[in-house]
């Protein structure tokens, strides 16, 4: 499998990885503060991630440009998808759907 | 809880503090928070630059340049920079381990001297973080880091060390 460009790869998120890739899935429906994400994420995915988990992530993702904070006028910053992070989100989903497809077809029986 | 955001860089507290705070005063206290917090904490101090400005509507266009540069965990950590680590990494383990063998030779055997053996490898690799994450960091902050470290380190071996003798 072709390596993805670096700015995609959530792989070196290390144990980040899995919470980036769920923010960023939370994310592409709507802007959200932390406390939104962490809630979304435990609806969804059934997984409550610690504040300091979910902050190492969230600053991963900005600082490589993939989620970006909105001005707030409280002291809750939303954050939002950027264009780089839903090119990021679209690669690993495909990449997982690929990895799943295989992985059902190779379990099923013959 | 929020006292535990204490541990996190000045920098961090700055742009994720109030945040946090505010997530936190959600949440009841348990040891998994706390502990998830401290290993945030270590990991923010380990990787200062993945702090960026609250907003990219409040950042110059020379500032949001110098962002696309500073992005992602430590990226002024040059080939060379890894490579002085590496070499300091393994060469002074080899070299505090020969020291520390010519020592159990010259001097005998001894309990805490024994203890210490695991320093050989810890110190030299605290000092290669000089290189790599601790690198732009200042000689303050570097000293404190890898010399607090190092002590509680020795601290511990040497008690592990006392241990043994009351065993």
Same mark, same amino acid.
């Given at each position: 499998? +072709?390596?993805?460009?670096?700015?995609?790869?959530?792989?070196?998120?290390? $144990?980040?990885?899995?919470?980036?890739?769920?923010?960023?899935?939370? #994310?592409? /429906?709507?802007?959200?503060?932390?406390?939104?994400?962490? &809630?979304? !994420?435990?609806?969804?995915?059934?997984?409550?991630?610690?504040?300091?988990?979910?902050?190492?992530?969230?600053? $991963?993702? &900005?600082?490589?440009?993939?989620?970006?904070?909105?001005?707030? &006028?409280?002291?809750?910053?939303?954050?939002?998808?950027?264009? !780089?992070? /839903?090119?990021?989100?679209?690669?690993?989903?495909?990449?997982? @759907? +690929?990895?799943? *497809? !295989?992985?059902?077809?190779?379990?099923?029986?013959? | 809880?929020?006292?535990?955001?204490?541990?996190?860089?000045?920098?961090?507290?700055? $742009?994720?503090?109030? &945040?946090?705070? /505010? #997530?936190?005063?959600?949440?009841?206290?348990?040891?998994?928070?706390?502990?998830?917090?401290?290993?945030? +904490?270590?990991? +923010?101090?380990?990787?200062?630059?993945?702090?960026?400005?609250?907003?990219?509507?409040?950042?110059?266009?020379?500032? $949001?340049?110098? @962002?696309?540069?500073?992005?992602?965990?430590?990226?002024?950590?040059?080939?060379?920079?890894?490579?002085?680590?590496?070499?300091?990494?393994?060469?002074?383990?080899?070299?505090?381990?020969?020291?520390?063998?010519?020592?159990? %030779?010259?001097?005998?055997?001894?309990?805490?001297?024994?203890?210490?053996?695991?320093?050989?490898?810890?110190?030299?690799?605290?000092?290669?973080?000089?290189?790599?994450?601790?690198?732009?960091?200042?000689? *303050?902050? @570097?000293?404190?880091? !890898?010399?607090?470290?190092?002590?509680?380190?020795?601290?511990?071996?040497?008690?592990?060390? %006392?241990?043994?003798?009351?065993?």
């Amino acid at each position: 499998m +072709a390596r993805q460009d670096d700015t995609f790869n959530l792989e070196d998120f290390g $144990r980040f990885s899995e919470p980036a890739l769920l923010i960023l899935v939370s #994310l592409a /429906e709507s802007p959200k503060h932390g406390y939104a994400i962490t &809630e979304d !994420i435990a609806v969804f995915a059934d997984v409550r991630f610690g504040p300091g988990s979910l902050y190492g992530a969230i600053a $991963r993702l &900005e600082a490589r440009g993939l989620i970006e904070a909105l001005a707030s &006028e409280d002291r809750r910053n939303p954050y939002r998808l950027t264009a !780089i992070g /839903e090119k990021a989100l679209r690669a690993r989903l495909a990449s997982m @759907q +690929a990895v799943t *497809r !295989i992985g059902q077809k190779r379990l099923a029986p013959a | 809880m929020t006292w535990l955001l204490k541990l996190y860089p000045p920098r961090w507290r700055r $742009r994720y503090g109030e &945040e946090l705070a /505010e #997530l936190l005063a959600t949440q009841p206290f348990s040891i998994g928070v706390a502990v998830d917090l401290m290993a945030g +904490a270590i990991d +923010a101090w380990l990787h200062p630059r993945l702090v960026v400005p609250a907003t990219k509507g409040d950042m110059s266009m020379i500032a $949001r340049m110098r @962002q696309l540069t500073c992005a992602g965990p430590s990226p002024d950590v040059t080939a060379r920079d890894k490579a002085t680590s590496v070499t300091l990494m393994l060469g002074g383990t080899l070299l505090l381990t020969a020291l520390w063998l010519w020592s159990q %030779w010259q001097f005998g055997k001894n309990t805490y001297v024994t203890a210490l053996s695991p320093m050989a490898y810890f110190f030299p690799t605290l000092l290669s973080l000089r290189y790599t994450s601790l690198k732009g960091r200042s000689a *303050r902050t @570097q000293t404190l880091f !890898i010399g607090g470290l190092a002590s509680v380190l020795a601290v511990f071996f040497l008690f592990v060390g %006392w241990l043994g003798t009351r065993i």
